[in-house]
């Protein structure tokens, strides 16, 4: 291994470009001056502007890769470059989006259900009727919505707002829409733990532009975990919509699902069940049905929890084309398309319903015993 020193290092660093601007890290002066080399191990800070910034994750990482890279592929450097930032970590607002009129949880008990296509496709339908409709995918692990409106490739843009520089979220079929998915590689693993996980999740909420909405939608993790309390400690929510197949064992989650919404220590108002992949249809046989997944299980479970069944939801080919082409089927005059909109009417009635009936939701205060 050659010897290590201080320049060698700046050299590698200056490959590493800071997504905000294009220029290099060290001309930049994010390269703190308190470098250490001990043997094959370096260490030293980045300094950002702010504790928001939304590229503190990949800069750090590609400053890793350059000096591996470019320096000597023996160095210790994983783990080892600190944060630092100019500004102090401004301090919570009661509430993050003033904006917003109604927040709504899209959650579903398992994975594969239809969650994140009921989720993007009910967005689409509302923003239709004419309201001003946000989407957050905060399925952290897992997220889909970028494929679904086909910005995978887009680039994420900021602006300043008041002074604050604020994340622009993308518009695709008249709804605001923002992911993980935009900030990670999407053929490699999200591997964070979950307070790394909530932090990301936070910033999407609090550090973007969502302005004036009449609906925001958010895309849950399946199951329950630690970004459903992060979500209603950091948000009201209006309420959410529980997303099941009618296949027993989705339904035994989706019971879960609505307990931990409906407990005591959560109680966050459920607006109704979707039944998604309700029946089979051909396309070129609309009049009929096959009930491949079970017939009517999350009717059942609705009546049964006195929650309201908002929609079955088809299987028909051509929402798992459109959902691949970024096209979402809801934007479509097809069966499926005028189930969405069925959907989107009955979401709008619960709405109004559960604010005409219970006082504006509070953020969750859940405590540890």
Avoid at 17 to 32: F, Q, S, T
Avoid at 153 to 181: A, C, T, W
Avoid at 201 to 218: K, P, S
Avoid at 255 to 278: C, H, Q, S, W, Y
Wanted: charged content about 20%; proline content about 6%.
């Amino acid at each position: 291994m050659q010897t290590l020193y201080p320049n060698l290092i700046l050299d590698a660093l200056r490959n590493v470009r800071y997504p905000g601007n294009g220029r290099d890290i060290v001309d930049l002066g994010m390269v703190e001056d308190d470098m250490r080399i001990d043997g094959n191990k370096v260490t030293f800070s980045l300094i950002f502007d702010k504790p928001t910034d939304p590229f503190i994750k990949s800069v750090v990482k590609a400053a890793e890769t350059a000096i591996l890279t470019y320096a000597d592929p023996d160095i210790d450097i994983k783990g080892n470059i600190a944060v630092k930032t100019r500004q102090a970590a401004p301090a919570p607002k009661e509430n993050p989006l003033p904006g917003v009129k109604n927040i709504i949880g899209v959650s579903s008990g398992k994975g594969g259900v239809g969650k994140s296509t009921v989720a993007s496709n009910l967005a689409v339908a509302l923003a239709r009727e004419g309201y001003k409709v946000g989407l957050l995918d905060a399925d952290i692990f897992g997220p889909s919505v970028p494929k679904m409106f086909g910005v995978e490739d887009e680039q994420i843009y900021m602006h300043n707002v008041n002074g604050r520089d604020l994340i622009i979220p993308f518009e695709r079929y008249g709804v605001k829409v923002l992911s993980i998915g935009f900030f990670v590689d999407r053929n490699s693993p999200v591997l964070w733990r979950g307070s790394m996980a909530s932090n990301a999740l936070r910033q999407l909420i609090t550090d973007a532009d969502w302005g004036e909405l009449d609906y925001f939608l958010i895309d849950m993790p399946p199951g329950t975990s630690d970004i459903h309390l992060t979500l209603v400690q950091t948000l009201g929510i209006t309420g959410v919509v529980i997303v099941s197949t009618p296949q027993e064992v989705a339904l035994a989650d989706a019971r879960k699902g609505i307990a931990m919404f409906t407990g005591d220590k959560v109680n966050v108002p459920v607006l109704g069940i979707v039944e998604n992949m309700a029946w089979f249809t051909p396309e070129q046989h609309p009049d009929e049905r096959y009930y491949i997944f079970g017939r009517e299980g999350a009717v059942r479970l609705a009546e049964e929890l006195h929650v309201k069944l908002l929609a079955q939801i088809p299987v028909v080919g051509s929402i798992c084309d459109a959902g691949d082409a970024g096209r979402p089927i809801a934007a479509e005059d097809t069966i499926t398309g005028h189930a969405f909109m069925h959907l989107a009417h009955e979401v709008i009635d619960a709405v109004e319903t559960r604010n005409s009936q219970l006082p504006p939701t509070s953020k969750v205060n859940v405590t540890h015993k």
